[in-house]
Structures are given as C-alpha cells and as structure tokens.
C-alpha cells in the first residue's frame, strides 16, 4: 500500500521560511515523477512544483524564484523549500505523483503565512 506523509508546516511571519518534506513508502520512489500541491480554503487544489525522476524541475508562476523542490531517492523523500513566504502562500501542502494518483493523497501539511 502505498503511503504519502508530509510534514514540516507551520505558522510563519511574511518573508520567512519552511521546509517541507513527503516520505513515501510503498512504491518504487525513484521511478515516480512527483509534485507539490496546495489547496487554501475555498480554493480548488494547485499544482505548485514538480520534479521528474532525472531531477528536472517546474513551477507555477505564483512561487517561481522563491520555492524549490528537490527529491531524494535514497531516502523517499521529497522536499518543498519555501522562502519570501508570503500570505497568499497559505494552504494545506500535499505531496503526490505528478500526476496524481487520487488514492495516493495524504492529510497534508498545514501552512500558515502571518503578514
């Protein structure tokens, strides 16, 4: 069964930084295409950053040039860096394949950006 934990939300000041990070375990991590996803409230979930299993990578304009993410196959983890956080960053992260599979969505990672 293949299982998705994301963690290292928070609550942080405009202009801070968080780093998230998504373990996954059942599946074989390093031949999976990945993404971060975030949905705020009343909103419909986005894509925010994805990385292909060569390591490339791409992002929505929103985050470009201050998010960045980054896989480690060794350990099955996918990393989100946020930096420059600001308050329209605010939602719940989620991690999954890129694209997603819907039995694959975790509970997420709360983010809340304070301005």
């Known amino acids: 069964q293949v299982q998705l934990v994301e963690s290292g939300g928070g609550l942080e000041q405009a202009g801070g930084s968080l780093r998230l990070s998504c373990v996954g375990s059942?599946?074989?991590?390093?031949?999976?295409?990945m993404g971060w996803y975030r949905q705020a409230p009343g909103n419909q979930r986005e894509l925010v950053a994805t990385?292909?299993?060569?390591?490339?990578?791409n992002y929505a304009d929103s985050v470009k040039g201050r998010f960045t993410i980054v896989r480690d196959n060794v350990k099955n983890t996918v990393y989100l860096q946020m930096n420059s956080l600001k308050p329209e960053d605010t939602a719940v992260y989620y991690c999954?394949?890129?694209?997603?599979?819907?039995?694959?969505w975790g509970q997420g990672t709360q983010v809340t950006v304070s301005s």
């Open positions: 059942g599946m074989i991590f390093r031949f999976a295409a």
């Open positions: 999954n394949t890129r694209p997603p599979i819907g039995a694959y």
């Open positions: 990385i292909t299993t060569a390591g490339g990578t």
